[in-house]
């Protein structure tokens, strides 16, 4: 079974790259390619992608507000940032908008491909600066935000700060000495307390509520 993708990117020499890296892979294929998000929902519903790869900065409605449009309908479906900046702004935005992963578009084609199978996998794969920036972000909000009690554990706050770390199911497993599965429950506990359906919800919740702390 192949890994549906679809494309959202203003620039086309860059939809043409990344469906031909796409179109190399064994178990992914592009199902469709747009150049921004204006009737996103229609586009989503024609393509049925199990991923999308989106840019922040299209003309007329940019991803962000692509993110926010498709998470209204599609709270599951996993999406992907790109953009060729580290902006703290639109990085904070992405995430409390629902993203699963933040990649820049200079990320070698490898990296990327890796970052998509990881986010299928349950993952938030982020570039490594980005992944300094949201926890950045995170100790600003921890100073900001009292945090509520919505009663989780010390292991499922450990696992959300992997999450918010960009760690993938199997990494927390590993780093916590506890089974695939075993994350997977956590993980799963940890939604419904927070009344989340995704990695990206979790984490915006994480970082909004200043839920956990950074050392």
């Known amino acids: 079974m192949k890994y549906r ?29 747009f150049e921004d998000c204006r009737m996103v929902l229609d586009k989503i ?18 991803g962000i507000e692509g993110l926010k449009l498709i998470r209204t309908e599609y709270p599951t479906l996993k999406i992907i940032m790109q953009t060729v900046f580290e902006d703290n702004d639109k990085v904070f935005s992405a995430i409390c908008a629902g993203a699963d992963g933040y990649i820049l578009k200079q990320t070698a084609p490898n990296k990327l491909l890796d970052g998509m199978r990881e986010v299928m996998e ?22 900001i935000f009292h945090s509520p009690d919505f009663k989780l554990t010390k292991r499922e706050l450990e696992i959300l700060k992997f999450l918010a ?12 000495f506890i089974s695939y599965a075993t994350v997977n429950t956590h993980i799963t506990n940890i939604y419904t307390k927070l009344k989340v359906e995704s990695v990206g919800g979790a984490v915006s919740i994480a970082i909004n509520k200043g839920l956990i702390k950074m050392d």
């Open 122 to 143: 349950g993952g938030v794969p982020m570039s490594p600066v980005i992944a300094k920036k949201v926890l950045s972000l995170i100790k600003i909000q921890d100073k």
């Open 165 to 176: 770390m960009g760690y993938s199911y199997k990494m927390i497993a590993e780093a916590c």
């Open 45 to 62: 519903a024609l393509s049925q992608p199990d991923l999308v790869l989106m840019d922040i900065d299209m003309p007329y409605v940019n």
């Open 5 to 33: 993708i679809v494309i959202f990117d203003d620039n086309k020499s860059r939809r043409d790259s990344l469906r031909t890296l796409i179109s190399m892979i064994d178990d992914m294929e592009c199902v469709g390619e």
